[in-house]
């Protein structure tokens, strides 16, 4: 596949900026459309004619973050003057940012979102919108770090490889980015490096890769405990400039309530994580 729509949240935190360049710079790359989305906090249910009926501070606040959506859109759109792709587009959405952004990114081949900053959180209070765009969204999610390194395409690539389906899907996603990384390392742990079905998993699925256009290679780890640390760690040494996995492949409940790999990852990946459910 190609990327023909990208979605990209733009907001008015401090991380924004980055997330928009590298939304352009993919979309340059992949003669792409890109849509840059501020969806204002303010449910599609509450009216006008509500608000003009309501407490007038109930009124001034949703005035309040509708300028600031205003005002991230005008943000994206000198972004796209300055270096941005022909094609592009901006929406101004009067939803709760959840719920907006996953109707939109239906519309989207990759959905491009920040990973939460606890030292600037998101005007709207949201601490897990990409694990609600995970499920909820319907495509793949690309998360950006909130202070990431300038980011180049042709980097190493990390790909995490059970067998899966949430990993199966992430990496049918991410073929127009691992095509044009310098070389894909597929990542195995304990068990998921021995399948007596087929041979190597890992080996297997850099072979596929291999006839997509995708310089990969197999390797693998010692079963782990911790298989989120030892991802960031592995992406750390070989200099990855992307990650690629599936997302709750045991749950989103258990891995809440035991920890789990995508918690791990979502919550201190230094570089760009695509993920899939």
Request: with cysteine; net charge negative; proline share 6%.
């Amino acid at each position: 596949m190609n990327y023909k729509t990208l979605l990209v949240h733009v907001d008015t935190t401090p991380a924004a900026p980055a997330r928009i360049r590298l939304a352009l710079g993919l979309a340059r790359a992949a003669g792409a459309h890109v849509v840059g989305a501020a969806v204002t906090g303010v449910s599609h249910f509450v009216t006008s004619g509500m608000l003009a009926a309501g407490d007038s501070r109930l009124a001034g606040h949703c005035a309040a973050l509708r300028r600031d959506a205003e005002d991230a859109v005008r943000r994206f759109e000198d972004a796209v003057r300055a270096d941005g792709p022909a094609s592009f587009e901006s929406r101004v959405v009067d939803d709760d940012v959840d719920g907006g952004l996953a109707v939109q990114a239906r519309y989207a081949d990759l959905v491009l979102v920040g990973r939460t900053d606890p030292a600037a959180p998101a005007p709207d209070g949201r601490s897990d919108l990409p694990d609600y765009l995970l499920f909820a969204g319907g495509r793949p999610v690309l998360i950006v770090p909130h202070a990431p390194g300038p980011w180049r395409a042709d980097g190493e690539a990390l790909v995490a490889w059970d067998g899966s389906v949430p990993a199966t899907r992430a990496v049918a996603a991410a073929l127009p980015l691992l095509r044009a990384a310098r070389g894909t390392t597929v990542v195995g742990f304990g068990d998921d490096a021995d399948d007596t079905a087929g041979g190597d998993p890992c080996a297997r699925l850099a072979a596929w890769l291999g006839r997509h256009g995708v310089a990969a290679r197999a390797s693998h780890r010692a079963a782990t405990d911790d298989v989120g640390d030892t991802l960031l760690s592995a992406a750390a040494d070989m200099d990855a400039g992307l990650l690629v996995m599936g997302a709750y492949g045991h749950g989103r409940l258990r891995e809440r309530c035991l920890g789990g790999a995508s918690r791990t990852v979502l919550a201190g990946a230094p570089i760009p994580v695509l993920m899939a459910h």
